[in-house]
């Protein structure tokens, strides 16, 4: 059973055969995974503009910072009728939200000075 020598068996060779098609297998997956999608420049933008990816990336971010914020108030609401009762759960969830705001100004502030950046360079 020294592997230097070549006396593994053919178990120890089946053994890395198996082994082997699994990494090809979990490779071609993942390839097919991160590939584009047929139709999928269409739906990110009319011509493959990265604008409209962008602005699509944009709206989706600020419709879940919405959710989250939509669901913490729904959870305060809630526990301030009776409905829920755990104080931690309703606390969470106002964090998140808090977070998720907060996340959102920073972007926006590093957008606003990238416009103004942008504007001041002379052409």
């Known amino acids: 059973m020294n592997p230097i020598n070549g006396s593994t068996?053919?178990?120890?060779?089946?053994?890395?055969?198996?082994?082997?098609?699994q990494i090809i297998d979990r490779s071609q997956l993942l390839q097919q995974i991160h590939a584009p999608q047929p139709g999928a420049a269409e739906a990110a933008g009319a011509s493959g503009d990265p604008a409209?990816?962008?602005?699509?990336?944009?709206?989706?971010?600020?419709?879940?910072?919405?959710?989250?914020?939509?669901?913490a108030e729904a959870l305060t609401d809630a526990y301030q009728r009776g409905e829920v009762t755990d104080v931690a759960k309703v606390m969470l969830a106002r964090q998140e939200a808090g977070v998720?705001?907060?996340?959102?100004?920073?972007?926006?502030?590093?957008?606003?000075?990238?416009?103004?950046?942008?504007?001041?360079?002379?052409v």
């Open 9 to 21: 068996g053919a178990a120890g060779i089946q053994q890395i055969i198996a082994l082997r098609q």
């Open 100 to 122: 998720a705001f907060e996340a959102t100004l920073q972007v926006r502030n590093r957008l606003l000075n990238a416009y103004q950046d942008i504007m001041r360079m002379g």
């Open 52 to 71: 409209g990816g962008f602005a699509t990336a944009l709206k989706s971010a600020l419709d879940g910072v919405s959710a989250t914020q939509n669901k």
